[in-house]
């Protein structure tokens, strides 16, 4: 029923719970799940009946009839529908283990550094009632950092900027915890509705969410091309005057033009984090540079913008979408180490 991964013994889980994607670390296995967040459940007599998650229900999006009800349970990397998202949370965990009463896994789960106590409680919740023994909670910075291989423990500082789907954490961190971190409401989600909202307002088209992210993912960029157009796609969807089935192209260009309001957030975040240090961390950062994880850090030349605002090296960490669930599992392992940084409460 679970698949394969089922006939694992029971191991702790690392879970790296995001607004587009959800992943899960087992202790010495690495990641063995990767899907989106996504539910697709049946309403029927006001009851639902979850009939799909992760990538099967994806597919569901913009297709289904009214009985059918595609949701994503998390907004801006916390959950926004406790039912759904317990039921996503519990559909995951057993894809990886038979989660039964006599074999509880304890469970590690990062969160935005921004997260309210009620948030936070919610996602603690959602997991404690999946089948984990104990669930911990890392800020999603440090989890970030960990995933890219950067030293946080020691005194030279360090500054790691995590674009993920729902949010954006910049973070300065030293001394194995966060001197300064901000969470700012800018990721992959706000930049697919600039998309929609560009192709509506000088396109005259409407744009589906998915047709957005495909084209963000295969020519998205945060620089004018040096051409002036860069090269260009076509893309399908509904007329903004007539309401009936169009063509039209989007270049590079336009693509850059319709992302920059996000760009340009990012790019003041890092400039705020900048401001809000300790001269002697400045230095450390001048050394160091800045390091980009997340779906976001994909994005073309986003670490050359964010170099000419900054005038710091920006490097982009290897495997950028998979840093923070790596990060957590690497502080799953770590345990105490990590001192009071991972909050548990069984």
């Known amino acids: 029923m679970f698949g ?162 729902g949010t954006t954490e910049v973070a300065v961190l030293s001394m194995g915890d966060i001197v300064y971190a901000t969470s700012i409401r800018v990721g992959g989600d706000y930049m697919d509705e600039t998309l929609v909202n560009y192709a509506l307002d000088e396109l005259s088209i409407h744009m589906g969410y998915r047709t957005a992210e495909r084209i963000k993912n295969s020519l998205g960029t945060a620089r004018i091309p040096e051409d002036g157009a860069g090269e260009k796609v076509s893309f399908q969807g509904r007329s903004k005057d007539g309401g009936h089935p169009a063509e039209v192209y989007i270049s590079q260009r336009m693509i850059a033009e319709a992302l920059r309001d996000p760009v340009d957030q990012i790019r003041r975040a890092v400039s705020t984090a900048c401001h809000r240090i300790p001269p002697e961390l400045s230095a450390d950062l001048w050394e160091n540079g800045i390091v980009l994880t997340g779906g976001g850090a994909l994005l073309k030349e986003i670490d050359i913008a964010l170099h000419e605002y900054s005038k710091l090296t920006v490097t982009i960490a290897e495997d950028p979408l998979k840093c923070v669930a790596t990060g957590t599992g690497i502080a799953l392992a770590m345990g105490k180490r990590l001192g009071p940084i991972i909050d548990f409460e069984s």
């Open 4 to 165: 394969p991964l089922s006939s694992l013994l029971t191991h702790d889980m690392a879970i790296d719970l995001g607004t587009a994607n959800t992943l899960i670390h087992v202790s010495g296995s690495g990641i063995v799940v990767d899907e989106p967040s996504v539910v697709a459940y049946h309403v029927k007599d006001g009851r639902k009946r979850v009939i799909a998650v992760g990538k099967a229900a994806k597919e569901m999006q913009g297709r289904t009839p009214r009985s059918i009800q595609v949701v994503r349970p998390m907004r801006d990397g916390v959950i926004a529908d406790f039912a759904v998202a317990e039921e996503m949370i519990k559909y995951f965990m057993r894809r990886v283990d038979r989660v039964s009463v006599f074999a509880k896994p304890k469970v590690i789960v990062c969160v935005p550094h921004g997260a309210t106590a009620v948030e936070k409680r919610a996602i603690r919740q959602s997991v404690l009632s999946a089948g984990a023994r104990t669930a911990g909670l890392i800020p999603e910075p440090i989890a970030a950092a960990l995933g890219a291989g950067l030293e946080i423990l020691g005194p030279q500082g360090c500054m790691i900027v995590d674009i993920g789907g």
